[in-house]
């Protein structure tokens, strides 16, 4: 082991009660997406009271932040990316109290060398992921453009450094017909809920074209006033998955005629819009796999899964179509579902804590072998634009995220 995993180990000591308490501080007092007001401020206390310079509010979003520990000039910028957002009822039943201490945790320990290596260390906190997915927001607002490494982790059922998950699109659509009495004047009427539910069979049709490459789920939003009025309007919310962008825009498209000729067929109008972020699917990058693998390993991490494809969709997918990203699953319990109340349980027991102390010392040696060896951020840039078939000359330096998608 190299000098400075062994240093990591012993600087975690120092910070591991902490560590723990801000994943329990999250973990009792579980808060919804944007509202993680407790998580927020158990974290940036943290962070600033080991140095880190804070943002709070970062891009006008009242519970992300970004924590910077500012080091010498000239080294890569690695961002740990924090996430604290529960679940309605079930509280974390996705584990991200073991996300956000995670990197927390990570950041604390590898600012610890910033002194002697070029390089800066964030953690940005990244709200919302269970809804509107902040990150999307963040990149939006150029939050990834200075970054060259993005790395977080998430609990889950199995040991799989290498992800996929689906591109995802969430549209509204909403039909607008003419109300009148349903028995006295029918004639008058143009029933918007009846062209929504005839969208619906559509939908089911069109499904069965697709296979199993795509996947379309739907509940009603609005469905009229009252039975004596005919509803003149409808609406349907929509999660529209494929395992790319480029299938994606085929199927949206599919679907949006779909409405289209539902809307012509009845007289009503339809528009659509999206009511939430739209998620890109993951883009997992090698270099920083396997620097992670061969670090659980030596952590002695037995049963690493190969490349896992989820039937979700993560807004980190979007960070890891602009910055070369890691979002490695590490197992909490085998056949753990997600989204569950047995998995709350688990996020918050001693299988939790122990899962928390493993990522945050997989992370934080990962981050360390990049900083030590900046040859290899150079590697996992080639290998994003590699993958995203970007043919521009490869820089890592002095490149925009936007420069980065041309
Ligand atoms: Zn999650």
């Known amino acids: ?78 961002a740990f990316l924090a996430e604290y957002d529960a679940l309605p009822e079930l509280g974390h039943a996705c584990g991200h109290n073991l996300i956000g201490a995670a990197s927390f945790g990570a950041g604390l320990v590898v600012s610890r060398f910033l002194k002697e290596i070029p390089g800066s260390i964030l953690v940005i906190g990244t709200p919302a ?67 929504l539910v005839l969208f619906f069979v559509g939908i089911n049709a069109l499904r069965r074209q697709l296979g199993t490459e795509a996947y379309i789920h739907g509940i009603i939003s609005d469905g009229g006033i009252t039975p004596n009025i005919i509803p003149e309007r409808a609406a349907a919310r929509f999660y529209i998955r494929a395992r790319q962008q480029v299938q994606l825009e085929h199927i949206v498209a599919k679907v949006q005629a779909c409405a289209q000729g539902v809307a012509s067929l009845t007289g009503a109008t339809v528009k659509w819009f999206n009511y939430e972020a739209s998620y890109k699917e993951m883009v997992p990058n090698p270099t920083l796999a396997t620097l992670f693998r061969d670090n659980l390993i030596a952590l002695g991490v037995p049963n690493l899964t190969g490349l896992r494809g989820t039937q979700g969709s993560l807004d980190m997918g979007n960070v890891s179509q602009l910055v070369p990203s890691l979002h490695p699953y590490l197992m909490l319990r085998p056949g753990l579902v997600p989204h569950s109340r047995e998995f709350t349980e688990a996020a918050g027991g001693t299988a939790g804590e122990k899962v928390l102390l493993l990522a945050v010392k997989a992370l934080a040696w990962t981050a360390l072998d990049l900083l030590f060896d900046p040859a290899l951020v150079a590697k996992a840039w080639k290998e994003l634009r590699r993958k995203l078939n970007i043919e521009e000359k490869f820089i890592y330096r002095g490149r925009t995220a936007q420069s980065c998608l041309k």
């Open 129 to 195: 992921e269970e809804t509107n997915g902040a990150k999307v927001a963040l990149i939006e607002a150029g939050v990834f453009e200075d970054i060259d490494i993005a790395l977080m982790f998430h609990p889950g059922n199995c040991n799989a450094v290498e992800i996929n998950s689906l591109a995802m699109e969430a549209l509204e659509f909403v039909f607008q017909g003419q109300a009148a009495h349903a028995v006295a004047c029918p004639q008058k009427e143009i029933n918007a809920l009846e062209a």
């Open 1 to 78: 082991m190299q000098g400075y995993k062994e240093r990591a180990l012993e600087e975690l000591t120092t910070v591991e009660g902490l560590i723990k308490e801000i994943s329990r501080g999250i973990y009792q007092q579980p808060e919804l997406g944007n509202q993680e007001f407790k998580a927020v401020q158990l974290l940036v206390t943290g962070l600033e009271q080991h140095g880190f310079n804070i943002t709070r509010e970062l891009a006008g979003l009242p519970t992300a932040f970004k924590a910077e520990y500012p080091g010498k000039p000239g080294g890569p910028r690695i």
